[in-house]
């Protein structure tokens, strides 16, 4: 017998060709995509406004894949982590965030990372595979299912993997997430290594969402070291891009700059961040460094911290300190490697 066919992992085109294919008229194409990612249903007998012969008929020929929930982690702080099993046995993890009136939604782009960034836990290990463009918006689905009625309010992706290494999969999952799960673009942001190249590409291909640089280092010495992605794309390259991205009117670019004592937490390089982020509308996140096991780094001190934080204010740039969320379930900020890693 042939096998299934998977209907999300059909481009919308390829959905519209197999419902012709199978005989039915093209409206029934929009028809399963809204129930599929607007109803965020999990499979074809769940789609009540088709007769119960046609759910039949299609459930022949086709099913629709979902992630399977391997494990939920809650931290002491409400913080939620989900590994989920992908069709090949692969694993991904997603995080939850709870926050005052949001709740964001941390997603994976990757299956593990190539970049290589020394801090990193998910970095360090390597990438095994791209994950696909139905794989990435999927994890929305069971997230929302398993907390209604509760709203995830934001999607950022921040979990595994660098978004502009799986460029067309992630612009693929930005439109299925925006146009077919109806989350505003103006609530999504992308965090990234810094692509150059691909970030103004992004800009042109993708829907407006918010831009957030994983910056890290002041200096091309320091951030060579720790980024191994500034040796291709050097920071005057990287904030170029930056300044030519076209941003839509009050936003800004968020950097991110995760502090390893010695590293990069200097004075001078606070001092430094200021005159490099000169003419580009931004806002810092100053991540002080989740440790995890096997690291050659250290968390500065709570001072330091702040006297980072005190330099960028004085230079008028606005910068807070990221509580770092679900520490104790290895679920904050580089701290995620799903199952495979270390085994
Ligand atoms: N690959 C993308 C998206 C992942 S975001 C990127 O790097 O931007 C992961 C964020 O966590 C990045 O801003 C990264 O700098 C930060 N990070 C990685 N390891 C960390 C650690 N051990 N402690 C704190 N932040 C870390
Ligand atoms: Fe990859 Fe981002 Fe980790 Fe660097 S910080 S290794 S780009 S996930």
């Not at 046995?89 to 009136?101: A, C, F, M």
């Not at 970049?115 to 791209?130: P, Q």
């Not at 060579?224 to 040796?231: C, E, F, G, H």
């Not at 930056?242 to 010695?262: D, H, K, S």
Request: hydrophobic share 40%; net charge positive; proline share 5%.
């Amino acid at each position: 017998m042939a096998s299934k066919t998977n209907l999300k992992a059909l481009s919308r085109q390829e959905l519209e060709t197999f419902i012709r294919g199978s005989g039915l008229p093209v409206f029934r194409a929009k028809q399963l995509l809204h129930w599929i990612y607007e109803k965020r249903v999990q499979s074809i007998p769940e789609i009540t406004e088709l007769s119960k012969d046609l759910r039949e008929k299609l459930s022949q020929k086709a099913y629709i894949s979902n992630l399977e929930l391997l494990d939920r982690q809650t931290s002491k702080d409400g913080t939620e982590k989900f590994l989920f099993g992908l069709e090949d046995g692969e694993s991904i993890e997603s995080v939850l965030i709870p926050d005052e009136n949001r709740l964001t939604l941390c997603i994976s782009s990757q299956v593990g990372c190539a970049m290589g960034c020394r801090f990193c836990l998910t970095g360090t290990k390597g990438l095994k595979r791209n994950l696909k463009a139905h794989e990435i918006a999927d994890q929305i689905i069971p997230v929302s299912r398993l907390i209604a009625p509760g709203q995830i309010t934001n999607i950022v992706f921040m979990g595994m993997g660098e978004p502009l290494a799986n460029f067309e999969n992630v612009v693929e999952a930005l439109w299925r997430i925006t146009e077919l799960m109806k989350i505003s673009p103006k609530r999504i942001t992308l965090s990234t290594s810094g692509i150059a190249p691909k970030i103004l590409e992004l800009a042109e291909k993708a829907p407006m969402v918010n831009l957030a640089i994983s910056l890290n280092a002041t200096t091309d010495e320091v951030r060579d070291y720790i980024m191994p992605v500034n040796r291709a794309y050097p920071l005057k390259v990287l904030l170029d891009a930056c300044r030519r991205f076209p941003l839509p009117a009050r936003r800004r670019i968020t950097f991110e700059y995760v502090l390893l004592e010695g590293v990069n937490d200097t004075h001078e390089d606070a001092k430094r961040l200021i005159k490099l982020l000169k003419g580009i509308p931004s806002k810092v996140n100053l991540i002080p460094f989740n440790p995890h096991p096997g690291e050659e780094f250290r968390r500065p001190d709570d001072k330091r911290v702040l006297e980072f934080q005190d330099i960028l204010i004085s230079g008028n740039i606005t910068a807070l300190i990221r509580k770092s969320k679900g520490q104790d379930i290895l679920a904050a900020c580089g701290q995620l490697k799903a199952k495979y890693v270390g085994s």
